[in-house]
């Protein structure tokens, strides 16, 4: 019961069902198979594979470039710390320096300012002990002319060697 496409087609069933025409849809699905895979796999195939050989190799080299700078930023990290390492450890150095510096200065300073202030005390001392003899030799003239006064005011005779003497005896103590 051979059909003709046509003659499937007017009798109401769908040709690809039809058993007749089976062998020439297989020779057709397998010319189209064949095509399809002589085109992939000579053109579609080596060009995605070549794109994605490139991109592993981009990605390979993206990584290595990455991991290069990631090893030039921990030098650059490291010599940076031993820098400010160093610069501390200057600037220490530098303000040791300096305090010791400044303390011989401020040693300097308080010796002297210490043999000034010796000096202005003897001075003072010198100057409180000539007042002090001044004072006493004041005050012995004011008691022996204060005594021969009273004496003469009390209608004595004023002996001024006694006199002299009396403010002595009462002046030592």
Do not use: C, H
Not at 53 to 62: F, K, M, N, P, Q
Not at 94 to 113: G, S, V
Not at 163 to 171: E, G
């Amino acid at each position: 019961m051979a059909t003709t496409p046509t003659e499937a087609a007017s009798s109401g069933t769908m040709p690809q069902l039809d058993f007749a025409t089976f062998p020439n849809q297989i020779f057709w699905l397998i010319v189209t198979l064949v095509v399809i895979y002589l085109v992939l796999s000579r053109v579609a195939l080596p060009r995605i594979a070549g794109i994605l050989a490139e991109r592993r190799g981009t990605i390979a080299g993206d990584l290595a470039a990455a991991q290069e700078l990631k090893g030039r930023a921990v030098d650059a990290e490291n010599a940076y710390q031993n820098a400010l390492t160093r610069a501390r450890a200057e600037a220490a150095k530098i303000i040791a320096a300096t305090k010791a510096d400044i303390q011989k200065d401020l040693d300097a300073a308080i010796a002297k300012a210490d043999v000034q202030i010796a000096a202005k005390a003897a001075e003072s001392e010198k100057a409180i002990a000539e007042i002090k003899a001044g004072a006493v030799d004041a005050v012995a003239e004011v008691a022996r002319s204060t005594a021969g006064e009273l004496v003469a005011a009390l209608g004595g005779k004023a002996d001024a060697s006694a006199i002299t003497a009396a403010v002595s005896a009462r002046l030592k103590g």
